[in-house]
């Protein structure tokens, strides 16, 4: 079981923020633009000064290398970046044809050239991208942001299904509250760096 | 078969500079005054240290020769810092420079002074201050090279860093590749210098001692010595100022630590 427990954080103007997520729950967050939702989940990846206590399970996020809760505790930011020319180079296991035919690609997908990619096709590999280290908890900013309508479905039910098999939770970013009513168990919104419950 | 140069040779060659200065403030390149301040340090600090050069080889006071030299190395760490773009804050940016010259050029020049050359007393400043010059001189080079190659490349791709430490990277693998290209970037000019040496260009040291005299193949064989010591010294003095560097840009969580260097000068 991956539960993720955060207490008394804290980090810019915003906190202290305390919080549970359990197993397979997908939590909402909204909020306006610049309200510390994106700073919320750096924070907890690790990637952003904070003070207080997060735990994976029993794991403290300070008593291990940060590159290795970063792998379990995995941030797709709303803009991802590529390095290489094409998609494959920035992928460890090369087989994934399954995975990209659930997102709407095809193996051969994995060829192109990352110039040519659009913001949507960056998100969804971006997605399989941060899976492939096998996270416990998933930090999703407005993942769906540039996507239509079916891809946006299509990208919902993958990651439902990646929780329930790895039983892993997942914080998700979005401001279409249609979205996260669809999809998520509990909704929050930032809102002068606090963390209200809305559902 | 020695020919003087007349002032009016110097200002023919000051004029080819000053020129240059000119069309790059024209077209907004932005190096003039850089320039300018350039040639008249090089003018005043060539004609100070021609003066007193001979009182200097003259000295016989370790304690004198080793002051020499810690000057050396300290300008030679200043230097660096001023052709940087971004810095690091507070004492770190010269104290990596410095030391890394230090490591470098300094052991190296003690090493070739007492190993190869044997010059007697080892620290004959004859010997010494030339040498430990040619390799701050280089060394300097590659180092302010690698160095601002480093920090800027850094700097500019900051989301890829941050996408890599994201996919759970080390801060060493999120960082190094832009250590390579730095590497790269500080090891280049040496490496031209010894791939043209002898086809393009004469090295000034040994054509020297072959107009004064000396036996062609023993100034060529200076001139090897020499080259190698350049080369090991600057590519250590690069190594250690990138490793250092990229450490200090990162924190004890492995997050790019920006806030730890100045703002850009204009």
């Known amino acids: 079981m991956n539960s993720l427990s955060i207490t008394k954080l804290q980090f810019l103007h915003c906190g202290p923020i305390d919080l549970q997520l359990k197993a397979t729950e997908i939590m909402g967050l909204s909020g306006a633009s610049g309200s510390g939702k994106s700073r919320f989940l750096r924070a907890l990846a690790d990637l952003d000064e904070h003070k207080g206590e997060i735990l994976l399970d029993d794991i403290n996020q300070q008593a291990i290398a940060a590159h290795l809760w970063r792998q379990k505790v995995a941030l797709l930011s709303a803009e991802t970046s590529w390095w290489f020319d094409t998609v494959v180079e920035h992928f460890m296991m090369k087989e994934l044809a399954e995975d990209l035919a659930a997102l709407g690609f095809t193996q051969d997908s994995l060829r192109w050239n990352v110039s040519r990619l659009s913001s949507g096709e960056k998100q969804r590999f971006g997605l399989l991208r941060i899976l492939q280290n096998q996270p416990d908890v998933l930090l999703l900013d407005e993942p769906t942001a540039n996507l239509d309508k079916n891809n946006t479905r299509l990208f919902e039910n993958f990651v439902m299904e990646y929780l329930s098999k790895h039983s892993a939770c997942a914080v998700w970013v979005s401001h279409d509250h249609e979205q996260l009513q669809r999809i998520s168990q509990r909704e929050y919104k930032i809102e002068d760096g606090a963390l209200i419950n809305v559902y | ?212 005299g000396a036996a062609p193949v023993e100034a060529v064989k200076y001139q090897i010595l020499i080259m190698f010591m350049i080369t090991s010294g600057t590519g250590l003095g690069v190594i250690s100022v990138l490793w250092l560097i990229s450490k200090r840009l990162f924190d004890e969580r492995e997050r790019l630590c920006f806030k730890r260097l100045l703002k850009e000068k204009t």
């Open chain 2, 1 to 212: 078969m020695f020919i003087e140069l007349s002032p009016f040779d110097l200002s023919l060659a000051a004029i080819l500079v000053l020129a240059l200065g000119m069309l790059s403030g024209y077209m907004k390149l932005g190096i003039s005054k850089q320039l300018y301040i350039a040639a008249a340090r090089t003018t005043v600090q060539l004609l100070l240290i021609g003066l007193v050069l001979k009182t200097l080889f003259a000295s016989t006071s370790i304690a004198f020769i080793l002051l020499i030299a810690f000057i050396m190395i300290s300008v030679a760490g200043w230097e660096i810092l001023s052709r940087q773009q971004r810095k690091l804050k507070g004492w770190w940016g010269f104290g990596i420079s410095t030391g890394s010259l230090f490591v470098s050029s300094f052991l190296i020049t003690l090493l070739c002074l007492s190993i190869v050359i044997q010059a007697d007393p080892w620290y004959s400043p004859q010997y010494a201050i030339p040498l430990l010059g040619m390799l701050l001189g280089n060394t300097m080079t590659g180092i302010a090279l690698g160095m601002d190659r480093l920090i800027q490349n850094a700097w500019q791709q900051r989301p890829v860093i941050e996408q890599r430490l994201m996919l759970g990277q080390t801060a060493d693998e999120a960082i190094a590749d832009i250590r390579r290209e730095a590497m790269r970037a500080g090891m280049i000019p040496i490496i031209n210098s010894m791939a043209a040496a002898g086809l393009v260009s004469l090295p000034g040291m040994m054509t020297g001692q072959i107009l004064a």
